[in-house]
């Protein structure tokens, strides 16, 4: 297939930890296939940083394994450094890895990261997508509040956005079809 430097949708999955980005995100492409779409995520870069400079494991820092929790706080207290600067500087690295027509960005976690690929793409190309689970769903999925990760800016700082194109309810593996239909209504 062709080189696609300009993605014909870009969809932004949000939600609080273990609400379930990374398993719809996986299933949508699935459906889609990798010639059509893509995933990609804003932390790769910061885990492939992390990675190099402590020589730790990107794949299982990448993962959904209890390794990468070791690590959250202190990648989010870097990271959050890093934007302070340049609030793009993740989601643009994250972005030369674009290249097919529909790009899934799994892990958006703040107001300026969807301010950049609105900026950077066109509000046109983007749509939002809020995924929802109460905390005794995602109790059972393996979270556990920590304090200096779901009381921060990196978990909560979309609380209160309003503008989202679709909100999910992803609780019931029962529901996981409706929901990918519904996705794939939003980037047809
Ligand atoms: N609808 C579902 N049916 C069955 N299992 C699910 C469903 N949604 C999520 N899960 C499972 O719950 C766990 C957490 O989901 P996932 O890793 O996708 O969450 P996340 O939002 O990406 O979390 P984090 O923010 O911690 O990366 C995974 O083991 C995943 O397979």
């Known amino acids: 297939m062709e080189n696609v430097l300009e993605p014909r949708v870009i969809l932004l999955l949000s939600g609080k930890r273990k609400c379930g980005k990374d398993f719809l995100a996986d299933a949508l492409l699935k459906r889609l296939g990798t010639e059509e779409a893509q995933i990609i995520r804003i932390s ?27 690590y959250r706080k202190e990648m989010i207290e870097w990271s959050d450094a890093r934007r302070q600067e ?15 027509d529909i790009c899934i960005v799994s892990d958006v976690r703040r107001k300026t990261d969807v301010r950049y690929f609105q900026e950077t793409y066109g509000s046109e190309r983007i749509r939002t997508v809020r995924i929802a689970a109460s905390e005794a769903v ?51």
Request: overall charge negative; some cysteine.
């Open 86 to 100: 340049d609030y793009g500087v993740f989601c643009r690295a994250a972005c030369t890895t674009i290249n097919r």
């Open 138 to 188: 995602r109790t059972e999925r393996g979270w556990q509040f920590q304090s200096g990760i779901d009381d921060v800016q990196s978990e909560c700082d979309l609380d209160n956005y309003e503008s989202w194109d679709l909100v999910l309810t992803n609780e019931n593996s029962n529901d996981v079809l409706e929901l990918l239909a519904a996705l794939e209504r939003l980037i047809q």
């Open 44 to 70: 790769e870069p910061i885990k492939r940083h992390w990675a190099e400079s402590k020589g730790l494991n990107l794949s299982e820092l990448l993962g959904d394994s209890a390794y990468k929790e070791l």
